[in-house]
């Protein structure tokens, strides 16, 4: 025999030495749900371990992820139910919980990437990404608003908006704002190819931005679809994307592995709230290893062409990788 293919598999040392894919804080982007109040930390009944903060109780944990070497953390804000309607004026209220957010959070932490969601659901009475007439979701005047609420978030010191609404040709008139209003430093992280997931079931929990009618069908991809990811990508590259986003990132190592190819840009992928919900479900059930769990899903993500993962096992997948080296 000449061909051994065991010998690089021998001992620990040899297999780190020809390891093709590894993790590192710097891979990570951390999403944060904040809500109003002080002292609050509420647990997520449907992602155990994870929690709602509100401002203050935040950035205690933002240091505690930036001590660790996260320095990238995705913002999400709970939005009270009375500030909700359908044309996103919370979304864009200058001093809204986002806003003071982004600020406070880059003034204690000017080093962490701040970077925010952008989409109506969680400012919207009906749950939806945009604004609604006669029950459709409405494209244009949708983006307006999204390009504002960009604007509104690099005013308050954001580094990156992520627009995750899948309206048609929201990346360049965002683009166009932020330039329009001298923000020539701030990225645009466009959620590209996102699908219509059951796995975002638990985020909308957090959120409580789950849909009031219907689902997201007409604006999320279809699961079937791969061609079509290839589109979305492509499009949003040439209005201007700095970073490209595929979501779910568990259930869709294919798509990333083909935008990878496609795409000469940073490839992000969103390893989403049911992706976490499963593992610690299993874990808790005692099925499997949640450490060994969490490596080898976020491994295999980045194997698949990820640069970065979105992923609310950040912190825990720093503290093990800590442990391991
Ligand atoms: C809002 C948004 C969603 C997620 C990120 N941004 C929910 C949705 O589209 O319904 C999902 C994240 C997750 O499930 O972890 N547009």
């Given at each position: ?30 999403p ?16 155990p ?82 604004i ?62 996102k ?54 990132a ?20 969103y ?55």
């Amino acid at each position: 025999m000449i061909r051994r293919n065991r010998i690089l598999r021998q001992s620990a040392s040899v297999r780190g030495m020809v390891r093709e894919t590894t993790l590192q804080a710097s891979d990570f982007i951390l999403p944060v749900f904040i809500m109003e109040g002080q002292q609050v930390k509420e647990e997520i009944a449907s992602m155990p371990g994870y929690y709602r903060y509100s401002l203050d109780m935040v950035i205690e944990e933002l240091q505690s992820c930036y001590a660790l070497g996260i320095r990238c953390a995705l913002l999400f804000a709970k939005v009270d139910g009375e500030l909700k309607d359908n044309t996103g004026k919370e979304a864009v209220n200058g001093d809204g919980l986002m806003q003071r957010s982004v600020r406070a959070i880059k003034n204690v932490l000017p080093d962490m990437i701040v970077m925010t969601d952008v989409a109506l659901d969680p400012y919207s009475s009906f749950g939806h990404d945009g604004i609604v007439e006669n029950h459709k979701i409405v494209n244009d005047k949708t983006v307006d608003v999204l390009a504002r609420m960009s604007v509104s978030h690099a005013r308050a010191g954001a580094d990156f908006v992520a627009p995750s609404d899948m309206m048609d040709g929201r990346i360049g008139v965002i683009r166009e704002a932020l330039e329009m209003e001298g923000f020539h430093n701030t990225g645009i992280m466009s959620y590209a190819a996102k699908y219509a997931s059951c796995f975002y079931g638990p985020f909308r929990d957090a959120l409580d931005s789950a849909p009031g009618f219907g689902d997201k069908k007409t604006y999320q991809m279809d699961p079937s679809n791969r061609l079509e990811a290839i589109k979305e990508v492509r499009m949003d590259v040439e209005e201007g994307a700095d970073i490209i986003m595929v979501k779910p990132a568990h259930a869709y190592l294919d798509i990333i592995r083909e935008v990878k190819n496609e795409i000469k840009l940073p490839v992000s992928a969103y390893h989403v709230s049911g992706e976490y919900a499963m593992i610690k479900a299993a874990a808790k059930a005692g099925y499997l290893n949640e450490d060994q769990a969490i490596l080898e899903v976020l491994t295999s993500i980045k194997r698949a062409g990820a640069d970065l993962i979105a992923t609310y096992f950040a912190k825990h997948a720093v503290q093990l990788l800590k442990r391991n080296t």
